[in-house]
C-alpha cells in the first residue's frame, strides 16, 4: 500500500502538531510494508525531524500552511491549488490528514481526516478573529468531512460532539486517542534544576502552573483573577503562578493583551512569572516541580497538557469538561472554568494540603498509564486500509 500525508503540521507546536509526530511517527515505524509519502512546506522539510524511509514532497508555497491555516484558513487558492497538484501527481491507495486544520482537496484518492473537536463550530468568537475566516474554516471543515472516507477524532466526548454537529453517526467515526509524548516523564535532579532555570525558577519556588496556547477559550484571564483572589486569601504564602506560553509570535487568536493588563491590574508583577513558550524538557520540569498544573479551558478536544502534566508525576486540577473527565475523571480535582471562586477554592485546598497533592498526583499518573501512541497507530493504520478498499 502507498500512502500519501499531509505533514504541513509536523512542526507545529499546538496539540495537533504533536499528535501528527507521534501518531503518525509510530504509524509509520510500525507499518515498514506501507509506503508513505511526506507532502510538506520548504520550512517544515527544512526543520527536518521526520521519520526514517518517508518519500518527501516539498511543495514551494507562498506562505507555510499551518501558519496560514491557523490565522483562519486564510491560505491563497494558488497554494491549495499547489498541494492538491502536487499529491495528484502520486499513485496512492489512502491519504491522511492528521488534523482538519490543514486540509486541503485531493482527487481520486480516499481520505482519512482527523477532526479533533468542534471548538471553532461551539466557541467561534474565541477562536476564528472575523466573520470571514469563520466561514471560510466552516467550510472547510464541511468539505472534509463530506469527502472523506473514513473521520476519526480523538475523544469520545469530541465524537459525541462530531455527530451531533455534522449530523453522523457516532459509530461512523474513528477514535484515534492521544496519549503522552515519551518526552514527558518525572525529572529530578541536576534535570530538574536545568529546566527548571531555563524557565527562570528554582526548585525552592513553589508555583502553579499553566501551559499552552494564550487563546481565549483557554480561559486563562480567568486563572489570572481567581489567583489574584487566593494571593489575598494566603498572601504571603501563595505559590507563584506560571504561564508557559507564547505571548509574542501566537499565530491563532491571541488573548495575550488581556492576560498581561489582568496581570497588571491586580498588582501580580512579581507573583506571575511569564517565560513564554518553553522547550519540552523545560515543560517536563515545570510539570515535575509544579505545586500543581491547572488547565481552567472552556473548551478541549482531547486535553493533551493535563495528560502530559500526569504523566510527569503532577497533581492536575481541570475545568469540568468531557474530555477531561474521559482522561482524567475520578483522579484530578475539577472545577467550574466559568466560576473564578471555584478555581480559587480548588488552588487553596491544593496550596495548603500537601497529602491531597501527592494523592491526586498518584492517582493522575497512574490514570494515564495505559494511554499510548502504539494504539493511535494501530488505528490509523486501519482507517487507512478502510479508506484504500474504498478506491
Given at each position: 500500500?502507498?500512502?500519501?500525508?499531509?505533514?504541513?503540521?509536523?512542526?507545529?507546536?499546538r496539540?495537533?502538531g504533536?499528535?501528527?509526530?507521534n501518531?503518525?511517527?509510530?504509524l509509520?515505524?510500525?507499518?515498514?510494508?506501507?509506503?508513505?509519502?511526506?507532502y510538506?512546506?520548504?520550512?517544515?522539510?527544512?526543520?527536518?525531524?521526520?521519520?526514517?524511509?518517508?518519500e518527501?514532497?516539498?511543495v514551494?508555497l507562498d506562505?507555510?500552511p499551518?501558519?496560514?491555516?491557523?490565522a483562519?484558513?486564510?491560505?491563497?487558492i494558488?497554494?491549495?491549488?499547489?498541494?492538491?497538484r502536487?499529491?495528484g501527481r502520486?499513485?496512492?491507495?489512502?491519504f491522511?490528514?492528521?488534523?482538519?486544520y490543514t486540509?486541503?482537496p485531493v482527487r481520486?484518492?480516499?481520505?482519512?481526516?482527523?477532526l479533533?473537536?468542534?471548538?471553532?463550530?461551539?466557541l467561534p468568537?474565541?477562536?476564528?478573529?472575523t466573520?470571514?475566516?469563520?466561514?471560510?474554516?466552516?467550510?472547510k471543515?464541511r468539505?472534509?468531512?463530506?469527502?472523506?472516507?473514513r473521520?476519526?477524532?480523538?475523544?469520545?466526548?469530541?465524537?459525541e460532539a462530531?455527530?451531533?454537529?455534522?449530523?453522523?453517526?457516532?459509530?461512523s467515526i474513528?477514535l484515534?486517542?492521544?496519549a503522552?509524548?515519551p518526552v514527558?516523564?518525572p525529572?529530578g535532579?541536576?534535570?530538574?534544576?536545568?529546566?527548571?532555570r531555563?524557565?527562570?525558577?528554582?526548585?525552592?519556588q513553589?508555583?502553579?502552573?499553566?501551559a499552552g496556547?494564550?487563546?481565549?477559550?483557554?480561559n486563562?484571564?480567568?486563572?489570572?483573577?481567581?489567583?489574584?483572589a487566593l494571593r489575598e486569601?494566603l498572601?504571603?504564602?501563595?505559590p507563584?503562578?506560571?504561564?508557559?506560553?507564547?505571548?509574542e509570535?501566537e499565530?491563532?487568536?491571541?488573548?495575550?493583551a488581556?492576560?498581561?493588563?489582568r496581570?497588571g491590574?491586580?498588582?501580580?508583577?512579581d507573583?506571575?512569572?511569564?517565560?513564554?513558550f518553553?522547550?519540552?524538557?523545560?515543560l517536563?520540569?515545570?510539570?515535575s516541580?509544579?505545586t500543581?498544573?491547572?488547565?481552567?479551558?472552556l473548551?478541549e478536544?482531547?486535553?493533551?497538557?493535563a495528560?502530559e502534566a500526569?504523566?510527569?508525576g503532577?497533581?492536575?486540577?481541570?475545568?469540568?469538561l468531557p474530555?477531561?473527565?474521559e482522561?482524567?475523571?475520578?483522579?484530578?480535582l475539577?472545577?467550574?472554568?466559568?466560576?473564578?471562586?471555584a478555581i480559587?477554592?480548588t488552588?487553596?485546598?491544593?496550596?495548603q494540603?500537601a497529602?491531597?497533592r501527592a494523592?491526586v498526583?498518584?492517582?493522575c499518573?497512574e490514570?494515564?498509564?495505559p494511554?499510548?501512541w502504539?494504539r493511535s497507530?494501530a488505528?490509523?493504520?486501519?482507517?487507512l486500509?478502510?479508506?484504500?478498499?474504498?478506491?
Open positions: 500500500m502507498r500512502v500519501g500525508v499531509d505533514a504541513t503540521s509536523w512542526t507545529n507546536r496539540g495537533f504533536r499528535f501528527a509526530r501518531a503518525v511517527g509510530r509509520v515505524a510500525s507499518d515498514p510494508a506501507t509506503r508513505y509519502v511526506f510538506l512546506d520548504e520550512l517544515t522539510a527544512a526543520a527536518g525531524g521526520l521519520p526514517d524511509g518517508v518527501q514532497r516539498v514551494a506562505r507555510p499551518s501558519e496560514a491555516a491557523a483562519g484558513s486564510a491560505r491563497s494558488r497554494d491549495v491549488a499547489r498541494l492538491t502536487a499529491v502520486d499513485p496512492l491507495d489512502a491522511l490528514f492528521p488534523s482538519v486540509y486541503f481520486r484518492t480516499p481520505t482519512v481526516v482527523g479533533h473537536d468542534t471548538i471553532v463550530e461551539d468568537a474565541l477562536t476564528v478573529p466573520r470571514r475566516e469563520r466561514a471560510a474554516a466552516g467550510l471543515h468539505v472534509a468531512v463530506r469527502r472523506a472516507a473521520l476519526f477524532t480523538v475523544s469520545e466526548a469530541s465524537r462530531i455527530a451531533v454537529r455534522f449530523g453522523l453517526r457516532a459509530s474513528g484515534v486517542p492521544e503522552p509524548d514527558f516523564a525529572r535532579g541536576d534535570r530538574l534544576v536545568a529546566g527548571l531555563e524557565a527562570g525558577l528554582s526548585p525552592e513553589p508555583f502553579f502552573l499553566f496556547g494564550i487563546s481565549p477559550h483557554k486563562v484571564e480567568r486563572l489570572v483573577e481567581a489567583y489574584a486569601r498572601a504571603p504564602d501563595t507563584l503562578l506560571v504561564l508557559a506560553g507564547d505571548l509570535r499565530a491563532y487568536l491571541s488573548s495575550a488581556a492576560v498581561l493588563e496581570v491590574r491586580h498588582g501580580l508583577a507573583s506571575v512569572r511569564l517565560p513564554g518553553v522547550s519540552d524538557e523545560s517536563a520540569c515545570l510539570y516541580a509544579a500543581a498544573v491547572v488547565i481552567p479551558s473548551a478536544g482531547f486535553g493533551l497538557p495528560v500526569a504523566a510527569c503532577a497533581a492536575v486540577a481541570l475545568s469540568d474530555p477531561h473527565r482522561t482524567l475523571g475520578g483522579a484530578a475539577f472545577f467550574d472554568p466559568t466560576d473564578a471562586a480559587t477554592d488552588l487553596a485546598r491544593l496550596a494540603d497529602a491531597l494523592d498526583a498518584r492517582r499518573r490514570a494515564v498509564a494511554l499510548t502504539d497507530a488505528e490509523l493504520r486501519r482507517l486500509s478502510e479508506a484504500a478498499r474504498l478506491a
